[in-house]
């Protein structure tokens, strides 16, 4: 049986999970694209010398932009149900430019957690692992290495045939591929464990070195940046991860539940919330800028 004829026979998104995107990502692509474009401005006008933390910032606003741009015609999608009529090419490039993109931004978070974590754990050796030069590298690999998932999400809902459901109603074989599971499920976990160690580890520095006396310290801001990175990040994604565990799970059989078409909206649900990381970011943005501002007034103050 090919793809067409193996999709899955799932009723539409439900009327209350269309409001919800629709309440959550309208304020959430204006909310998100005002953040990227006050800090890609702050960047441009205030920032006079780049750091490691401001080049994966760059990456972070470039792959949050491109998600922002897919979120009015995801809504449009929803809309349209099994009426999507803007050519399956059109729709698979949006899929990819939204889901390669989420892991991107998951990847550079990750990247910026374990930076803090090296030149604060680690302050003898990291000028040898750090440098601008070499975190635009990895900010390279990344965007590149993602960009390969196009190759998946070009075939979500199967071989040879025309959309009718933009982002919804994928194949019976995509929930099938177990390696793309893994991967998605891998990059995620794998990084939640990462980052949540590289802050706790830092945390644990800083506090060390803090001055009973004047606890508005570098320590203290620092402290902020990774918390508030850790925060955002597992609030955002663990939801929609959890899901789409468990949706995996009951799609191919290996658990089997009555609340399919339930299980399926939190699914919906969650994915949308994911998407609040865009804005998010942006209190990231703040303190990364806040603290390059604050590292170059003191060199220009050292004599």
């Not at 302050?123 to 070499?134: G, N």
């Not at 960009?147 to 074989?173: A, D, M, P, R, Y």
């Not at 501002?293 to 050292?302: F, N, V, Y």
């Amino acid at each position: 049986m090919n793809d067409t004829r193996a999709k899955t026979n799932t009723s539409n998104i439900s009327t209350a999970v269309e409001l919800f995107q629709l309440i959550m990502y309208t304020p959430t692509f204006i909310l998100g694209l005002l953040f990227n474009v006050m800090a890609l401005s702050f960047l441009f006008f205030k920032v006079k010398k780049l750091s490691e933390s401001t080049v994966y910032m760059i990456a972070l606003i470039f792959l949050d932009t491109l998600l922002l741009f897919t979120l009015p015609f995801k809504i449009i999608s929803y809309h349209l149900q099994d009426n999507w009529n803007l050519g399956s090419m059109f729709c698979s490039t949006l899929e990819s430019l939204y889901f390669v993109n989420m892991y991107g931004s998951i990847l550079i978070s990750l990247c910026i957690c374990v930076d803090r974590y090296l030149a604060i754990q680690h302050p003898f050796t990291a000028p040898t692992l750090r440098s601008t030069r070499k975190a635009a590298v990895v900010c390279a690999v990344i965007c590149l290495g993602t960009s390969v998932g196009t190759v998946s999400t070009f075939q979500l809902h199967g071989e040879g045939h025309n959309i009718s459901s933009c982002f919804h109603n994928f194949s019976k074989s995509t929930w099938e591929n177990t390696g793309l599971f893994s991967t998605l499920e891998t990059t995620f976990f794998g990084s939640m464990a990462a980052m949540t160690f590289c802050t706790v580890q830092t945390i644990r520095c800083l506090r060390k070195h803090r001055k009973p006396d004047n606890p508005q310290t570098c320590a203290t801001r620092a402290e902020k940046i990774v918390v508030t990175n850790l925060l955002a990040f597992l609030v955002c994604f663990t939801p929609y991860h959890v899901a789409y565990f468990l949706y995996f799970l009951v799609k191919n059989n290996i658990i089997h539940t009555s609340f399919q078409q339930v299980l399926r909206d939190i699914v919906q649900v969650t994915l949308c919330w994911a998407n609040l990381n865009c804005c998010l970011d942006g209190v990231c943005y703040y303190f990364v800028l806040k603290e390059s501002l604050d590292t170059a007034t003191r060199a220009m103050q050292k004599p």
